[in-house]
């Protein structure tokens, strides 16, 4: 976990190279694949489904070579970027960690079972340690959610497998 | 006109709609005055919940939203020197030196009033100008729609961004998520890699959701853990009939400054609010005693920035085209309600657009009625933990995505977007061209490609023939060119 915040926040110090070069190297493969679509005969005369992607890569293509090229010759203040110092940092995997085992989990668990427990786990994980406040606001939060989507709106949530299944079938 | 403002009011006055409207107006109130949650980010999270709900009644909800949240900025901004909004950031230097001289009723006071005259001016005016200008788009051809969408991609790209270049590659990266799925000529399907959902292109609401809502949630829940100072409780004092009289010739500029710099595409509320207390300053005969906390730094500002956010939604309404990414948030949810922004919106849904336009104005007036109540409990709701706000945000965002298509693959669009857009934003690379580029992409290659037809590949379609297209462009070719010309004009100096 140490070593991929490291990796992650060398990243950003060479974000200034390393966004534009993405941008560049992707385009190059969306326009490789641009020749291949292929426009149906009825419209051969016409502009073809390559036209305007292909112009819009192009574009993006200079664009991301001139911030290479200004990376480049910029500097090596201005080259590694140095971000304010955020006062909780480890925050920012937590949540990217959670939210991966939400999606996860949510076809297994179902909304109603998965959402209270993320909740509550996930207000604990950032900072509210107090239970007082932890407690009320995951209900209150999860009850929201329950009665806004699934129940009110009728939004056909998950609702997991097996006995999770049941209790979902018993709140909607 | 008058017969459709009528059915407008009626709709207005059913109780189930003005109890949304009483919603918005407190929703757009505590959003906009709690730090790091943005007008944009609520109307958007908002959008999935308006999903259930008839056109009506969840626009007059967002509408009211998207005016209030404006205004309530300025109510950190008085009180703690921190703008609960962008748009409030120059109220900052008058409306807190008034508050350090121990009179924050009466700073509260001017920013409320200020934002209730602008915002419900700037309404008027909408409802005024919007369905002519709509009259006058309805003459446009293939060639000034796409010349109009590349002028507004331009503006928004290069106008208040930290980077042009950078700017023009979130231009061009919306515009390329758009042209994913069955091209809208020939059915021929583009960059779908085989996932039978992306035949529809990218869904517009997981992708702001995760913009906007996902990457703001992981930069407030890396700050600290509450956004809330000590709060004592305080009182509003609107300003005295004199005290309005002699803020009149500043309204009087302000105002109209305040609608014309939010009707031009990329400029919005923010700018409006610094460019008219510059000017209240340079017109001043006291201009020394601006930042030492006088009204007129407090009323030129808010009642520009409420009049620009009114303004901004006429080329929304009668165009079709989103200048700013609130409106840019609008359009997107006009389409997940099967209504298409632009000038048929008049002639086909007129009872729609006009119940629109008279939730604006009444918007901005209950801010006058409403704000008082709120400013009352708003030391509660401005010391909520940022754990559950950002919670909150989080999954009303995952959720609100699935809701839309009822599809696992929504939820990972959101989260990609939000890691993505909070990478990007860190890096300065502005949202607001990524998703005016997605929702506008698909019109402007539609319009481009059949201008091309028409013309059988030639290119003088834009500029022969088309003054109004000509005009777009050679505006458009300006704002690239400004960058090129300062250096010049640096380099001969």
């Known amino acids: 976990m140490h070593q991929l915040r490291r990796y992650f926040q060398e990243f950003a110090r ?28 009825r419209f051969a005369v016409a502009v073809g489904p390559a036209f305007f992607p292909q112009a819009v890569l192009a574009a993006i293509m200079i664009l991301s070579a001139k911030l290479i090229y200004d990376y480049l010759r910029a500097d090596s203040l201005r080259k590694f970027r140095q971000f304010d110092k955020v006062e909780n940092p480890r925050n920012l995997w937590i949540t990217l960690a959670f939210m991966l085992a939400y999606v996860l989990l949510l076809g297994i668990l ?19 340690r107090r239970w007082k406040l932890l407690i009320p606001a995951a209900v209150i939060l999860s009850a929201l959610l329950i009665v806004v989507f699934p ?5 056909p949530l ?5 006995i999770f299944r049941t209790i979902s079938i018993l709140v909607y | 006109m008058l017969s459709n403002l009528a059915l407008g009011l009626g709709n207005l006055v059913i109780p189930a709609n003005f109890i949304w409207l009483l919603v918005g107006v407190f929703v757009g109130l505590a959003a906009g005055a709690t730090p790091g949650i943005s007008g944009t980010m609520t109307v958007a999270i908002l959008i999935p919940i308006t999903y259930g709900m008839d056109s009506i009644p969840a626009f007059i909800l967002l509408t009211s939203v998207y005016a209030v949240a404006v205004y309530s900025g300025s109510i950190t901004a ?5 703008p609960g909004a962008p748009e409030a950031a120059a109220t900052v230097m008058d409306g807190y030196a008034m508050t350090k001289k121990g009179e924050p009723h009466r700073a509260l006071g001017y920013a409320m009033f200020s934002s209730f005259l602008g915002g419900t001016i700037g309404a008027m005016v909408l409802l005024l100008v919007s369905p002519q200008l709509a009259k006058v788009a309805l003459e446009f051809g293939s060639p000034e729609v796409f010349s109009l969408i590349a002028f507004t991609m331009v503006a928004v790209s290069s106008i208040n961004v930290k980077n042009q270049i950078k700017g023009l590659v979130a ?9 994913v799925g069955l091209d809208v000529i020939t059915s021929v399907p583009r960059y779908t890699f085989g996932i039978s959902v992306l035949q529809a292109g990218f869904d517009f609401i997981p992708v702001i959701l995760g913009l906007f809502g996902v990457s703001e949630a992981l930069r407030m829940i890396q700050g600290p853990t509450s956004v809330g100072r000590a709060v004592k409780k305080v009182r509003t004092v609107l300003p005295r009939i004199k005290e309005i009289k002699e803020m009149l010739p500043t309204y009087l500029r302000s105002i109209p400054i305040g609608i014309g710099i939010g009707a031009l595409p990329g400029v919005g509320a923010t700018t409006a609010s610094f460019v008219t207390y510059a000017t209240a300053a340079r017109v001043s005969k006291e201009p020394e005693k601006f930042g030492t906390g006088i009204p007129e730094g407090i009323c030129a500002p808010e009642s520009a920035n409420n009049a620009a956010a009114m303004g901004a939604m006429v080329p929304l309404l009668s165009l079709g085209i989103p200048g700013s990414a609130t409106t840019a948030v609008m359009l997107g949810a006009l389409t997940l309600h099967g209504l298409r922004a632009g000038p048929l919106l008049f002639t086909h849904f007129p009872e729609f657009a006009y119940t629109i336009l008279v939730s604006a104005i009444v918007a901005n007036i209950l801010i006058i009625v409403v704000s008082p109540i709120f400013i009352r409990f708003f030391a509660r709701i401005f010391q909520i933990p940022t754990g559950i706000i950002g919670t909150g945000i989080l999954m009303l965002s995952v959720v609100g995505s699935f809701a839309i298509r009822n599809n696992i693959v929504d939820i990972w669009i959101v989260l990609i977007f939000g890691l993505l857009g909070y990478v990007l934003e860190k890096h300065d690379f502005p949202m607001a061209p990524i998703v005016i580029g997605l929702v506008l992409g698909q019109l402007g ?4 490609r059949r201008s091309l037809i028409i013309s059988g590949g030639d290119p003088s379609i834009f500029f022969v023939g088309h003054p109004i297209s000509l005009t777009f462009l050679a505006i458009s070719v300006g704002i690239l060119l400004i960058p090129v010309f300062k250096k010049l004009k640096g380099k001969f100096r």
């Open chain 1, 14 to 41: 060479r974000g200034e190279f390393i966004i534009p070069l993405s941008f560049l190297v992707v385009s190059i493969f969306l326009i490789y694949l641009s020749t291949q679509f292929r426009t149906p005969v």
């Open chain 2, 445 to 448: 290659e539609q319009e481009l």
């Open chain 1, 110 to 128: 179902g909304f109603v079972v998965l959402t209270p427990i993320w909740v509550g786990a996930y207000m604990y994980a950032v900072g509210i």
């Open chain 2, 171 to 179: 231009a061009f990266f919306g515009l390329l998520l758009a042209t």
């Open chain 1, 151 to 155: 129940v009110l709106f009728q939004v």
């Open chain 2, 78 to 82: 008085v009180l703690f020197r921190t």
């Open chain 1, 158 to 162: 998950p609702r997991g497998i097996g």
